[in-house]
């Protein structure tokens, strides 16, 4: 049995195995910098917004509870499914859009690491769920917030004893509370993800509070452009594997000096910075703006073959909007070079169908990214928003 938080170490990295991933992170860091500057603010903003439901799909499919990202997009417009397995998704989706929200504004004073945080992503998650939303197979209803108050078994790792639990969360803080430059903030993030997964604080959510803290710690770093929940979701079975590994015991006189192993900690913290440069690589080639323009033009082109209210002459405002950010009804008339007529019927479509987004009836419009431009806007970002529905 786990009881005394020694047997947590390794914590960190030792000096030897930090040279090794010291570069990648750099990449990280230096390709999360640039990207803080593509497109405009209103269109990472729509982004940003993009992510959180990404997430939110991402790390409850990790959970084999996900539901269709076209169902999130309706309970974001309060639009709930009739049946009642679905709807449930539904609302643990929107309510990790929620949390996510909320969290990421806590993330704002530098403390995602510390387990107060943690406990409020728990909190953040679970509150926002009915009882009858929080109930365990065994019929015992999740408290928001509130660490286990019993011992349990996880496949075949037994965590440590509830009545430790706080020893335990204090020692993570005492390491982890005083990361420096964002290079270690990305290799206190990894660790602390596995070591909190190691040590299951919580009866249920362990997992989508654990992403959600990576995410949010790293959140001022990506500002919400990227994160690490897609990656994780994409390679699943590598995830869990790197995850099991590096809850091994220390494998002879040469793999540290904690009770646990320092290269498996090692192994799980290239995996995770892997995931992450992935990420951050794969959105800065999507938001590099000749890409942009090309892809603009395609899903213009192929629409105005499909749609006569679609038009070519939609083409440059919209890279404009994209790159520049919001402008006048008027102005984006203007731009398209139509009549008067032609260019209201155009914009009045680019709105219906999501490619244009406008607070009120009459306001300035900015670029948007509705689910079926995805495929031909960000290929590959987000498939599972182009198949069909069940």
């Known amino acids: 049995m786990y009881d005394l938080p020694h047997q947590l170490e390794p914590l960190l990295l030792s ?15 230096t390709a999360s910098v640039k990207l803080s500057a593509a497109a405009h603010e209103t269109t990472r903003a729509t982004l940003r917004e993009l992510v959180r439901q990404m997430n939110s799909f991402y790390s409850n499919r990790i959970e084999g509870q996900s539901t269709h990202p076209r169902n999130i997009e309706r309970a974001l417009r309060n639009d709930f499914s009739n ?7 539904q609302r643990i989706a929107l309510a990790h859009i929620d949390a996510e929200k909320e969290l990421e504004a806590l993330a704002r004073n530098g403390a995602a690491l510390h387990s107060a945080f943690l406990l409020d992503a728990h909190r953040a998650l679970y509150e926002r769920l009915a009882p009858d939303d929080r109930v365990l197979d065994d019929g015992e209803v999740i408290a928001p917030g509130q660490i286990r108050i019993r011992d349990v078994q996880v496949g075949r790792h037994v965590p440590p004893t509830f009545a430790s639990l706080p020893a335990f969360l204090q020692r993570l803080d005492q390491v982890y ?20 997964a190691w040590v299951h604080p919580f009866l249920d959510g362990n997992g989508r509070a654990t992403r959600l803290q990576s995410h949010c710690a790293l959140w001022r770093l990506s500002e919400g452009l990227w994160s690490p929940s897609r990656g994780l ?8 594997a790197a995850l099991h590994n590096a ?3 220390r494998r002879g006189d040469l793999d540290g000096r904690g009770n646990l192993s320092a290269q498996g900690l090692l192994d799980w913290v290239q995996y995770f910075l892997g995931v992450c ?10 938001l590099a703006l000749d890409g942009v323009k090309q892809r603009i033009e395609a899903l213009v082109i192929f629409r105005s ?5 679609v038009r ?3 083409i440059l405002p919209l890279i404009h909007v994209f790159g520049l950010g919001p402008v006048t009804r008027g102005e984006f008339a203007q731009m398209t070079g139509l009549g008067e007529r032609n260019a209201r019927s155009l914009l009045s479509k680019l709105l219906a169908t999501g490619l244009l987004v406008s607070d009120t009836p009459y306001g300035p419009v900015r670029f948007g990214l509705p689910l079926d431009a995805l495929g031909m806007l960000f290929p590959n970002l987000y498939p599972e928003a182009n198949l069909p529905l069940d």
């Open 15 to 29: 000096e030897r195995q930090l040279e090794t991933v010291i570069p990648l992170s750099e990449r990280v860091v």
């Open 83 to 89: 049946k009642p397995g679905q709807a449930r998704l």
């Open 177 to 196: 509370g005083a990361a420096w430059g964002w290079e270690r903030v990305l290799i206190h993030t990894a660790c602390v993800h596995h070591r909190v």
């Open 233 to 240: 979701a994409r390679s699943t079975e590598a995830y869990y």
């Open 247 to 249: 809850d091994s015991p």
């Open 277 to 286: 440069e992935d990420q951050v690589t794969y959105m800065s080639k999507m």
């Open 305 to 309: 073959t499909q749609d006569k209210g």
């Open 312 to 314: 070519r002459e939609a």
